[in-house]
């Protein structure tokens, strides 16, 4: 969906444990769904992908499930570490031209 | 591998006045993105060109921003004239566009102030 207002969520979680955000979606005809990571100052970078006819995806330290009844996209990142720290983005792809719309964001902040 | 090379990182200008950005996607992305970036909010979607052909531009203030993508390689975006509303960063992406290539490879934007 489209970004709203000027406060991101923020989850601040200690060094060492899990992390999960959560994202909700706009399109049900969305067929493609990634997660960005933003660094201050820096364009968004590529965590881990997953198409909508998978409902799990696991990469180096970083899992993404998708439910699809409820629109809805998670994010989890084990062992959260200090570089970990980032505004997290969701996105969706829709249509057969490929367009990719941004979620809201959420800022994590990990506790040393 | 090259990245997507974005210029200027930084631009401050007046209300009214005119700024253009450059973009060096990928070699061999054919799908090239702009998105404007308002301070905490996520990637606003402003054009995405397929080649060197406009595939989306329904959220391009047209009567004050163009982009072009000349040969279906590097593109630029202007603004003219500027309003203090368009402080942002504007960033470049681009991606292979094709199934299994739909990944976006963003650049490190140009950030601009509109005093």
């Known amino acids: 969906g489209e970004s709203v207002g000027l406060h991101l969520p923020t989850l601040s979680v200690q060094e060492g444990d899990n992390s999960i955000i959560n994202c909700a979606y706009s399109n049900s005809a969305s067929d493609y769904f990634i997660w960005y990571k933003q660094e201050s100052g820096k364009g968004p970078q590529f965590i881990i992908d997953?198409?909508?006819?998978?409902d799990k995806r696991q990469g180096q330290r970083v899992t993404v499930l998708l439910n699809k009844t409820v629109k809805h996209l998670s994010l989890q990142i084990a062992a959260t570490q200090p570089g970990d720290s980032a505004v997290y983005f969701c996105a969706e792809k829709t249509g057969g031209y490929q367009k990719v719309t941004f979620g809201i964001g959420t800022k994590l902040q990990v506790i040393p | 591998e090259a990245g997507v090379a974005q210029s200027p990182r930084y631009k401050i200008i007046e209300k009214r006045q005119s700024v253009a950005f450059w973009c060096n996607p990928i070699s061999g992305h054919a799908t090239l993105y702009w998105y404007q970036q308002i301070l905490g909010q996520g990637p606003k979607l402003l054009i995405q060109f397929q080649n060197n052909g406009v595939v989306d531009d329904s959220q391009l203030p047209k009567d004050r921003f163009s982009a072009e993508r000349l040969k279906g390689v590097d593109s630029t975006l202007k603004i003219q004239p500027a309003k203090l509303e368009d402080s942002a960063v504007y960033l470049c992406a681009s991606s292979a566009g094709t199934l299994g290539g739909e990944k976006l490879f963003f650049g490190s934007g140009t950030q601009l102030s509109v005093l």
């Open positions: 997953i198409r909508s006819n998978m």
